[in-house]
């Protein structure tokens, strides 16, 4: 599940199957939802490497535990990608 939101307000949900994103895909998904929310400014200085002066943290994914499948945005608006049981 994939949910969005600003100030504790909805502003986007979808599930996806749990096989359609690896870990890494998925983080790319999250930073590309929240870079819709950038300045072209700063997606460019939040793409630099870590470390390189003038790198922005906005589309940084902070780490989870190796059997988490659970990534977050740390923006505002925010976004929360979870692996939950599907509905039978």
């Known amino acids: 599940m994939i949910r969005g939101a600003d100030g ?14 690896s870990d890494e895909e998925m983080i790319v998904l999250l930073q590309r939802l929240d870079s819709r929310h950038l300045e072209p400014d700063e ?5 630099l490497p870590k470390g390189r002066k003038g ?6 994914i902070p780490p989870t535990g190796p059997n988490n499948r659970a990534h977050y945005t740390t923006g505002s608006p925010y976004y929360v990608a979870t692996v939950e049981e599907a509905d039978e």
């Open 8 to 21: 504790g307000s909805p502003i986007y949900e979808k599930s996806v199957p749990v096989e359609c994103f």
């Open 43 to 47: 997606v460019v200085a939040s793409s």
């Open 55 to 60: 790198r922005m943290t906005h589309l940084d």
